[in-house]
Structure formats: structure tokens, C-alpha cells
């Protein structure tokens, strides 16, 4: 990306991280009339961001924590099932194991309350916070909003989730139940094995994450951002907190204010701020079926297997699974062949055609919602990172409420659950 000047009127603001979170951080800083730096060794939209293999879900009405009551229930099942959603790998137990008791303890019923009105707070603008940003880089046609469905094959499933649809309609999300001929008429593609749904018709769609990360950082760069590929080993400290980023080609980078966006490899520079907080890499995986054209227009999720599938513009992701096994282990992509497995029953034509694997790092906080506010002890960082399941979706938002905070103005959403403090 090529530099293109513009003058400051704020200072600057170094974004760590060039993810979906960092470049829509990026985007807002420079309508605040920040100059702008981003630094990342990976390329925006490129394969090592969790960023880019995702299920494009932007999902207004995302308010269901990952752990919700119950969840202890499930967790045996999952875990005994070679090809179920949930893998620890052994050798990684001691260490996630104080997130996993964090995880749990999330999922007691007051807390999700409080989580679930959180979620909702920072995804009900995901749409208006988007959507300025995709006219500005001409990449509109990346926001579909054609609803979501979760299928089961028993007729009563929704009842099984009767609490989270609560949750869901008690903050004003629009639920439709559907029997089997609904689910027929809604989204013909699907085989007839599905026998009750849940429709939440004001859900959306990226068909393409990964152009989406590398519109919005193009269009950063056209209004001036500068693009600095490095990777960011520490910072340099001064009176009143870091003066300087020492970037592993040797540079020492000189910063004002700094936000860090680096997804799952956050906490690593929180930490170092004197920071410490429960975080672990939550891997999932997609198996991509390139030129695969099943009819499928709507996002559809296994309620029972817990997987995703998407309709992408170059054919169909399915993806899933949430591995514990750290970001340094190599990627089991026998997992995204089992994905494969389970989708196939779930269309009436299914040509796989040409096949690829990917293996991403959520960023996972134990209680499912990120970390947006400044480190505990240096006005001048900023924290945006920590979306898990859901940074697609908190992107835009999170950019926004970023921008305002750094240009030390009221946030639109209250900030009050996202504080570092919380753990
Ligand atoms: C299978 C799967 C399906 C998903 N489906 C959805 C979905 O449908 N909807 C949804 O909303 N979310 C979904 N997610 C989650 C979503 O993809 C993530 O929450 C989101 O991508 C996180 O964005 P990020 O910018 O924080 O992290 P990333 O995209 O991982 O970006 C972080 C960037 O920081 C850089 N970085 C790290 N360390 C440093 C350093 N020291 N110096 C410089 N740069 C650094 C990295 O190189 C990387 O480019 C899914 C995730 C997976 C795995």
C-alpha cells in the first residue's frame, strides 16, 4: 500500500493489527481527522488473519454468549465425540484450563444477562457503522442481508433453546420459528432432513471476508493511512507510557497514541503494559468448496453439529470447531475434512468441486465479549481486541468507539462491560 499524505489536526494514533478490528480502527481514526499508522507483518485480508477465513456472519442481533447455562452439560459429549465441536488437545489442558474455570463461570445466568445486553449494545449499529465505510472503498456489494437460519433435524429444537431466545427477543431481535415446509420454502437447497428451525430474518452476510479486510484497508491507505509491514516485539517506554514501538526488523517506531488490534496475539502486548488478562486462542477451521454452487443463499447453521455454512461468492465455506491447542501448534486440518462430512447430508446437490483448508486464531475472552478501553495504567494505548466469535460483526462498531476515544469523546455504546478491569 502506497502512503499518500495528509495533514494532521489530531496528532497520530499506530494501530498494531490490520485485521478486520485494526482497519476499520484505521478508517474512523481518519474521520476523526487522526494521521494514521497501521502496523502488521501480515497483509490485510491475507490467510494468517483470523480475519479472513471467517463465516461472514454480521449478525445486528448476535447477543448469545458462548457459555451459556448448561454449557458444563454439553462440554463432556463435545469432548468424547472425535468429530464434535470442541477439541482440547491434552498436552494444552494445564494451560487453558484457568480460561476453561473462567469459561464456566461465565455461564451462570445473572452474568449472561449482563453479557447478552453487552453483545447486543455493540452489535445492534453494525450495519450503520459499515455501511459508510463499504461506500467509501466501493465494496457495497459485501453486506447481503438476507437473514439467518439455524436448522435441526427434531421438530421441537428451537424449544431446547427457548432461554437464548429470550434473551434474543427481550432486546428486540426478530425471531421467526419455522416448521419443515417453512424451512422448505425459505431455503429450497437444503435436503428434507430438517425438521424445525430458528429465522432470524435481520441478520447479514459477508461473501467475502477476506476482500472486505482489503477494501477497507485500501481505503484507508487512498485517505492517507501509512502501512508499515513489521511485527511489533515491545515498546519503548516514557513518563507517560510507551514513546516508541521496537518492531522486529530492527526499527524503532515512534508513537503518540497506539491502539492495539492484534486479534489473539493481543494480550502478549497488554501483558508487557503490565496488563494481564485471561485469553486464549479459540482455532476453528473452514473447509472452502471453490465454484460450489448448492443454491444456498442464507447463512445456515447446524444447530445440532454446530457448524456454519455460507454462501461465499466463490462458492461454499463451511466452518467451525473451537480447538484449544495454543498459536504455535500446527493446524489439524483433518478437522475441516470432518466439517465436510458433516455438511454433505445437509444439501440436496453438493458438487465439492476444488477444495481448500484454513485453520484461524479467534481471539477469545472467557466471558464472549472483547476488551475496548484503555490500559489500565497509560492513557495513550488503546485495547480492541478480544472479539472471539464475533469480531466480523464488532468490527465497524469497535473502529468507531475507538476513534471517539481517542479523540476524547463520548463513546456511542457504553464501555462499561468491555473494561480490561472486568476479570
Ligand atoms: C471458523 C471461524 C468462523 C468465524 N465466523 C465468524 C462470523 O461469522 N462472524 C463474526 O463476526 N466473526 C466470526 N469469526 C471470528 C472473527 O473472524 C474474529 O473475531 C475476527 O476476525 C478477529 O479480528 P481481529 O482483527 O481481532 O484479528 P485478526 O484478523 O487475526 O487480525 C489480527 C492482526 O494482528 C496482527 N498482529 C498480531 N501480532 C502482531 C504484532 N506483534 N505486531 C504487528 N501485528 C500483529 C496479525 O498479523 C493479524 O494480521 C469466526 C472465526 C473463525 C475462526
Known amino acids: 500500500m502506497t502512503a499518500v499524505s495528509q495533514p494532521a489536526r489530531r496528532g497520530k494514533v499506530t494501530v498494531i493489527g490490520s485485521g478486520i478490528i485494526g482497519v476499520c480502527t484505521a478508517n474512523y481514526l481518519l474521520k476523526q481527522g487522526f494521521e494514521v499508522e497501521v502496523v502488521d507483518h501480515a497483509l490485510p485480508g491475507s490467510e494468517e488473519q483470523c480475519s479472513y477465513g471467517n463465516a461472514g456472519g454480521i449478525c445486528p442481533g448476535s447477543c448469545i454468549p458462548n457459555s451459556m447455562p448448561g454449557v458444563m452439560k454439553n462440554v463432556p459429549k463435545w469432548l468424547m465425540d472425535p468429530e464434535g465441536p470442541l477439541i482440547v488437545r491434552l498436552s494444552y489442558l494445564p494451560h487453558a484450563l484457568p480460561w476453561l474455570l473462567?469459561?464456566?463461570?461465565?455461564?451462570?445466568?445473572?452474568?449472561?444477562?449482563?453479557?447478552?445486553?453487552?453483545?447486543?449494545?455493540?452489535?445492534?449499529?453494525?450495519?450503520?457503522?459499515?455501511?459508510?465505510?463499504?461506500?467509501?472503498?466501493?465494496?457495497?456489494?459485501?453486506?447481503?442481508?438476507?437473514?439467518?437460519?439455524?436448522?435441526?433435524?427434531?421438530?421441537?429444537?428451537?424449544?431446547?433453546g427457548a432461554y437464548g431466545l429470550g434473551l434474543r427477543r427481550s432486546h428486540g431481535v426478530k425471531v421467526d420459528i419455522l416448521n419443515a415446509g417453512e424451512i422448505r420454502d425459505l431455503e429450497p437447497a437444503l435436503a428434507p432432513i430438517f425438521n424445525s428451525a430458528v429465522y432470524l430474518p435481520e441478520q447479514g452476510q459477508c461473501p467475502n471476508p477476506g476482500r472486505l479486510v482489503a477494501s477497507l484497508a485500501a481505503n484507508a491507505t487512498r485517505q492517507g493511512a501509512r502501512y508499515i509491514r513489521a511485527k511489533v516485539k515491545g515498546f519503548e517506554m516514557g513518563p507517560d507510557g510507551p514513546k516508541a514501538l521496537r518492531l522486529d526488523n530492527g526499527t524503532v517506531l515512534p508513537v503518540d497514541k497506539v491502539v492495539i488490534a492484534a486479534g489473539a496475539w493481543s494480550a502478549e502486548l497488554a501483558r508487557q503494559l503490565g496488563d494481564r488478562i485471561p485469553f486464549e486462542t479459540e482455532r476453528g477451521y473452514h473447509i472452502m468448496l471453490k465454484g460450489a454452487d448448492t443454491g444456498l443463499k442464507i447463512q445456515t447453521i447446524s444447530a445440532d453439529k454446530k457448524f456454519v455454512a455460507s454462501p461465499m461468492e466463490d462458492g461454499l465455506r463451511i466452518a467451525g470447531n473451537v480447538e484449544f491447542a495454543g498459536l504455535n501448534a500446527p493446524a489439524n486440518l483433518e478437522r475441516a475434512d470432518i466439517l465436510l462430512k458433516q455438511a454433505r447430508p445437509m444439501f440436496r446437490n453438493l458438487d465439492v468441486g476444488e477444495v481448500s483448508?484454513?485453520?484461524?486464531?479467534?481471539?477469545?475472552?472467557?466471558?464472549?465479549?472483547?476488551?475496548?478501553?484503555?490500559?489500565?495504567?497509560?492513557?495513550?494505548?488503546i485495547y480492541a481486541f478480544g472479539h472471539g466469535h464475533q469480531g466480523l460483526i464488532g468490527g465497524a462498531v469497535t473502529g468507531k468507539l475507538v476513534s471517539e476515544m481517542a479523540a476524547d469523546l463520548p463513546t456511542s455504546v457504553d464501555l462499561k462491560p468491555f473494561r480490561v478491569n472486568r476479570f
Not at 483448508?357 to 492513557?379: C, E, K
Open 357 to 381: 483448508r484454513w485453520m484461524g486464531h479467534r481471539p477469545g475472552t472467557p466471558d464472549s465479549i472483547p476488551v475496548i478501553d484503555r490500559a489500565t495504567r497509560f492513557r495513550n494505548v
Open 102 to 160: 473462567r469459561f464456566l463461570e461465565a455461564s451462570r445466568k445473572p452474568r449472561v444477562d449482563v453479557i447478552s445486553a453487552a453483545m447486543r449494545a455493540l452489535h445492534r449499529y453494525t450495519y450503520e457503522a459499515y455501511e459508510p465505510l463499504m461506500k467509501e472503498a466501493g465494496c457495497e456489494d459485501l453486506l447481503q442481508k438476507r437473514g439467518q437460519l439455524f436448522v435441526y433435524e427434531s421438530a421441537d429444537g428451537p424449544a431446547g
